[in-house]
């Protein structure tokens, strides 16, 4: 009878601690799948994105699905603003090199950046938009003094540096021999546009960058420089191809 009820006694408390122990097997794998929600989600791509497309630019213009082979100088003029307005001020000294580094990425041609200082002596005005009425010989000056094949207009017509981020480009490219429009774009991009935000998230997720705060493709959203390098390289990559062509 004792040796039966030592039995008895041994079966309850395996059953006991097995059960103790599948209620804490299944607290250890809820912690760790809630460990995932809160500080793993960063790994992933941003769920919304799966079945979002990406924004493509609309209000573009090419003369011609490629570059004529003779353009292979550009003048980059000064970056110019809509507004006199303190935060476009800010974005145009943020963007400016922002715009530059795309147009080198996309080795389409030999960028030629003329300060302002040299603008004025040469047209004798230090920022020119593209929309104004230019001077009789102002491509001929610029293609005489600096050798280049065409001149690159850029303005920036918005600048939202709080939430939600917003960029607007408006960039012309025009033949410095027979001047004509070659290429044009005038684009705004919305954060609040749910296929803005989802090309943006693709684009810091291709394009990571090196500090680590930063490789959360949702941080494009919060940081107006990142968000301007998307926006840049989006009205960039409109551009006519040069195929073989391309600078090397």
């Given at each position: 009878m004792f040796e039966r009820n030592i039995s008895s006694c041994g079966r309850l408390v395996g059953k006991f601690f097995r059960a103790a122990n599948w209620h804490l097997w299944c607290q250890h794998w809820l912690l760790v799948c809630l460990s995932l929600v809160?500080?793993?989600?960063?790994?992933?791509?941003?769920?919304?994105d799966l079945n979002t497309p990406s924004y493509a630019p609309s209000n573009v213009y090419r003369e011609g699905a490629v570059l004529p082979?003779?353009?292979k100088r550009?003048?980059?003029?000064?970056l110019t603003i809509l507004t006199d307005e303190e935060s476009m001020e800010f974005g145009r000294d943020s963007l400016q090199d922002v715009l530059r580094n795309e147009l080198g990425r996309s080795r389409q041609f030999e960028?030629?950046?003329?300060?302002?200082?040299?603008?004025r002596l040469l047209t004798g005005r230090s920022s020119w938009s593209g929309e104004e009425k230019l001077p009789i010989e102002f491509f001929e000056k610029l293609k005489d003094k600096l050798g280049v094949d065409a001149v690159l207009f850029s303005r920036l017509t918005q600048y939202r540096a709080y939430e939600?981020?917003?960029?607007?480009?408006?960039l012309k490219l025009m033949d410095a021999e027979v001047p004509r429009i070659l290429w044009a774009v005038d684009e705004v991009f919305d954060a609040r546009v749910p296929e803005v935000a989802a090309a943006a998230r693709r684009h810091a997720r291709e394009?990571?960058?090196?500090?680590?705060?930063?490789?959360?493709?949702?941080s494009v959203l919060l940081s107006p420089r990142r968000f301007g390098q998307y926006t840049a390289n989006a009205v960039v990559v409109t551009m006519p191809g040069r195929g073989a062509q391309a600078i090397d």
């Open positions: 809160f500080t793993g989600c960063a790994s992933f791509p941003h769920l919304s082979l003779y353009i550009v003048a980059v003029l000064p960028l030629i950046t003329v300060p302002p200082e040299e603008l939600p981020l917003a960029v607007g480009w408006r394009n990571p960058e090196t500090i680590p705060s930063l490789h959360d493709s949702q």
